[in-house]
């Protein structure tokens, strides 16, 4: 049987770039497909955080960390609700990973580094350049040895024979090879593939909206893909939705202020507003109408508004704070934000429980005033002050956990990057890597950096083992 190349890689984000270059160093001949005008897929567009062990950046500032960790967190934190094996190689391979980025030319500075999880270890590593650096230094490098890559070439579907995967078809053209490889990305722009297989963000229907708009064809095409060859399709109703003011205007931010406190519709907290967006939005949706109230004053506004550090913490200059003193005045103009002179007037205006309200703010204002700390929900303000809600006017405005970092719905595979399908059998020729995967993430979003860090470290592992199937070799351990 003739072939056109070795392997085929469907996507050009981190994931599919990295099995490319593996690929090629093990000596397959390999051509990337890509659906945009330019490569990069949407880890171009992200702020290039990286999440990683025992790397040479934590040790260059002191820190000790190591795979039984990591390994041992994002299992607790998902209940074990999770793939042992895949936790196991990523915890194992992140540090190395990390390190093979930095081989490629990707910075990741010391001072960069970020708490981006609920424990007290800094595993964010963020790339000097961000993640425009990250998809360039792998384009870079994959085109140094060789890598054929076509863009604006959207696969529409799998050739089979025998029940094998033996190419793709595009446009009408079909291009063959014994060994494909999708990492096709996610699905947060495509409306039926949310209601399908992520209802809890389509439940905001219009408000909802991805990070990575930019990257319009981040719509699911991995799974149509993978289920015309018979797919498994698992990771259902899960992802990242971070909290967002309802407002027009649309703003990437990871972070509420910590300076506001949250309140549901019965005018109760149910979380410290300062919580990292691993868990704030997965906290938000949990409560009635998948929503909350920000409520806060007017001087701690004007005081704390314009400080955007607490909403773009990577400085990766994505974030323009929807908590200025103008965007909330203009919101008020046009009745989207409530203000009152009374708490229980904003509570009443924005439908809340105008004495529940009450109740909670001046619990919360007793903390900080006389304990000088939030005793309910221990919230860090973490170098802002934490402030009383206490001088007229007051705030209300209503949040949702809308904006999509990532979906993580789609194909399932074993520990080797192969697909899967409805009976837990091996597609031959066919593997996955990337946000087109459903069975690495789970109920909890582990940090920030393990989408780009799973995808590099499966997308590596796809592009090995996918060569030295089509090339008839031993697979290496």
């Known amino acids: 049987m003739s072939t056109d190349y070795d392997v085929i890689v469907i996507g050009s984000g981190a994931a599919g770039m990295s099995a490319a270059i593996e690929a090629r160093l093990a000596g397959a001949s390999v051509m990337v497909l890509e659906a945009d005008d330019h490569l990069g897929g949407a880890t171009r567009n992200s702020t290039g955080v990286v999440y990683a062990c025992n790397s040479s950046t934590q040790k260059e500032k002191g820190i000790e960390d190591s795979a039984d960790a990591v390994y041992d967190y994002i299992m607790t934190l998902n209940q074990h609700a999770v793939r042992p094996d895949l936790i196991r190689t990523y915890a194992d391979e992140c540090g190395p990973m990390l390190e093979w980025l930095k081989e490629k030319g990707v910075e990741f500075p010391a001072n ?191 005081e704390n508004g314009d400080d955007l550090s607490y909403a773009d913490p990577y400085n990766s200059g994505l974030a323009i704070s929807s908590w200025e003193e103008i965007t909330i005045t203009r919101e008020v103009e046009k009745g989207v934000a409530h203000r009152a002179d009374s708490i229980a007037e904003v509570a009443r205006m924005a439908g809340l429980d105008p004495e529940a309200v009450e109740e909670t703010v001046r619990r919360y204002n007793e903390d900080v005033e006389v304990h000088g700390e939030d005793r309910q929900f221990r919230k860090d303000g973490n170098g802002h002050k934490l402030t009383p809600i206490k001088t007229a006017p007051f705030y209300a405005v209503e949040v949702r956990a809308a904006i ?66 089509a090339l008839a070799a031993p697979v290496p351990a």
Request: contains cysteine.
């Open 112 to 302: 960069m580094l970020v708490h981006s999880d609920v424990t007290d270890v800094q595993r964010g590593h963020t790339s000097k350049t961000f993640g425009l650096g990250i998809a360039d230094a792998l384009i870079n490098r994959a085109g140094a040895l060789g890598v054929e890559t076509a863009l604006g070439t959207r696969v529409d579907g799998l050739l089979v024979e025998q029940g094998k995967v033996v190419g793709i078809t595009a446009d009408g053209t079909d291009l063959r090879a014994p060994s494909v490889i999708i990492a096709t990305g996610g699905f947060g722009n495509s409306p039926e593939m949310l209601a399908k297989y992520y209802p809890t963000a389509a439940y905001h229907g219009d408000r909802t909206w991805a990070v990575h708009r930019d990257a319009p064809f981040i719509l699911g095409d991995g799974i149509t893909l993978g289920q015309s060859v018979g797919a498994e399709i698992t990771g259902y109703d899960t992802g990242l939705l971070n909290p967002s003011p309802c407002f027009d205007s649309r703003y990437v931010e990871a972070f509420l202020p910590p300076w506001l406190i949250a309140v549901n519709k019965h005018g109760k907290r149910f979380m410290a507003e300062w919580e990292s967006y691993a868990v704030c939005g997965y906290l938000i949706s949990e409560q009635p109408d998948k929503r909350c109230w920000a409520i806060f004053d007017h001087p701690t506004m004007v």
């Open 404 to 469: 999509i970092g990532f979906t993580a719905a789609g194909l399932d595979i074993t520990a080797d990057c192969e697909v899967r399908d409805t009976r837990s059998k091996v597609i031959e020729g066919l593997y996955a890597a990337g946000e087109v995967l459903g069975c690495f993430h789970g109920k909890r979003y582990a940090g920030g950096g393990t989408s780009i860090g799973s995808g590099v470290v499966f997308g590596r592992r796809a592009g090995t083992v996918a060569a030295h199937h």
